[in-house]
Nanobody, 124 residues
Framework: QVQLVESGGGLVQAGGSLRLSCVAS????????VGWFHQAPGKERIFVAG????????KYADSVKGRFSISKDNAKSTVYLQMNTLKLEDTAVYYCAAANTRYSTSDSDAYNYWGQGTQVTVSS
């Protein structure tokens, strides 16, 4: 069993930056690939970025390529999502999730464990 806790969300102006953290407990993250998803009010949960079990392979949604960066520190059982040049449409609750797979996927059904989410609000 893995427990995931996100942090780092908040209110930021458009063009600003935030770094989200996802800390795992129960088991270390070196056995899991990890994905970040976001969900805006009234909308479905959408894949944002993912990183492989070892950390050498990353994936990004087209909407965040060049702006967001995902990284993984297996020694600290922590995954980070660096978000730069934030836009109004990035406003959402951000969730991290862990999957018993080598590589991350954009399919939310593949993930076994989810955090409680952290709110990111981008203002104009």
């Amino acid at each position: 069993q893995v427990q995931l806790v996100e942090s780092g969300g908040g209110l930021v102006q458009a063009g600003g930056s935030l770094r989200l953290s996802c800390v795992a407990s129960g088991r270390t993250l070196n056995s899991y690939s990890v994905g970040w998803f976001h969900q805006a009010p009234g909308k479905e949960r959408i894949f944002v970025a993912g990183i492989s079990r070892i950390g050498g392979n990353t994936k990004y949604a087209d909407s965040v390529k060049g702006r967001f960066s995902i990284s993984k520190d297996n020694a600290k059982s922590t995954v980070y999502l660096q978000m730069n040049t934030l836009k109004l449409e990035d406003t959402a609750v951000y969730y991290c999730a862990a999957a018993n797979t080598r590589y991350s996927t954009s399919d939310s059904d593949a993930y076994n464990y989810w955090g409680q989410g952290t709110q990111v609000t981008v203002s104009s």
